[in-house]
């Protein structure tokens, strides 16, 4: 049966559910650094649960698979991941002989995107709602607040996870229940002139950052909670920082190591005052680009500037001790129909999508980090793919607002006054303290 894809913009099996029957051309660089979606609810706005209808009969008459895909996964200008996306459907149709598959495109984030959709057709039309969907961690956690995804059943799914790396599946939970599958994931690193690289892990501790005094450049000013770069740092220097933390817990000695690296970084001019003005990498990308500063900037933002032909190394972010530092966030598949024979079909599809030369040939061709060892492997070159698992493998969660927003906020706001030269690293741990104490 011939699949059905619907472009819509502005707007293994068994019981392996619990309960289971119940963006004129742009530039590649600006191409390459578009935003991270940001946050779709408000960190401040109350989430009422949604009544959780009682699971639903099995549907009888025609098989139908409804999925809505975020538009930064099916991008209209890349005709080798739309020839992909074809093949996929038409083949998986063919395997069931009697499905059909249909697709809507929506966008990633804000007004008419993929998680706000979802919240308004749950209220108004639930008829329509998906059978499957891609969030990011920030929607997964308010989807799951309201009742709109079905949690799995990790027994069920086993062959689809069983070579993820624990911070992939951490991050496809919550409150230690599996509601999500990673599909691709983005790691935060620097990115610099190939001629300046230094592979040495021992070259990135904050000493040997600070004594070699080159640029280093990252969005600062960009508002919220504690800022990402920093965050990751926080931890890799905190006692007892897990892949599974979400949270903030406050480290005396933590905040004042990290701080102190701004601190002299900042007096060394080693991090220009201009940072407080970047809110993303493309306000400082051209600076990267040309080797006179290295960057923070996300995989696949890496990924795309180096397939489109420029030249960057890659390298962790600077730590205490050297070892690498990173947040994991990503797009990951949900089941929302409470359909009995519906999520089946949709395990069976994505049994199909997770195919390791499918999900490695697809997110290459995305420019963007696949989940699972074996897939990884694949799909990026042998010295990234080895730069990435390390990254992956020691990553910790998102900070969110409702684990740690009033120490994230403290310490975003004592890190702004460290780089302004307000306050000394030492008074800055003490407000963090102070404030979420």
Known sequence: MRFIWIWVVGGLIGCALAGCAGAAPTPAAEMALQALPSASPSPSAPLTPIASPAPLPTETGPRTLMIWMPDVLAPTDNADAEVQRAVWITAFETLEGDLTVTMRLKRAADVGGIFQTL????????????????????????????GLVRPLDPTGVTALIQDMYPSEIALGSVEGDLYALPFTVDVAHLALNPEAALTDSDAWTFD????????????????????????AQYRAAAAGATTQDEGVPVDAAALEAVFSFYQSARTAEI?????????AANDYIDQVITGT??????????????DSGTALAFAPLPTRDGEPAALIDGWMWVITTGDAARQADALRFLSWVFDVDRH???????????????????????????????LIDRATLPLSDSAGGVAGR???????AVLRGERTAEAAAQDVIEQAG
């Open 119 to 146: 919240r308004s057709a749950s209220l108004v039309a639930p008829t329509a709602l998906p059978d499957l969907a891609l969030l990011r961690r920030v929607d997964l956690l308010a989807a799951v607040a309201l």
């Open 208 to 231: 040997a950052v600070l004594s070699r005094r080159d640029t280093l450049l990252f969005p600062a000013g960009r508002a919220g909670i504690a800022n990402e770069t920093f965050l």
């Open 271 to 279: 991090i220009p005052a201009s940072v407080l003005d970047y809110t």
């Open 293 to 306: 500063a290295a960057g923070v900037i996300s995989s696949s933002s890496f990924l795309t500037l180096r």
């Open 360 to 390: 490695a040939d697809y997110t290459r061709a995305l420019h963007m980090l696949p989940t699972g060892r074996a897939t990884l492997r694949q799909s990026a070159d042998p010295d990234y793919a080895q730069f990435a698992e390390a």
């Open 410 to 416: 403290a310490m975003q706001a004592a890190l702004i």
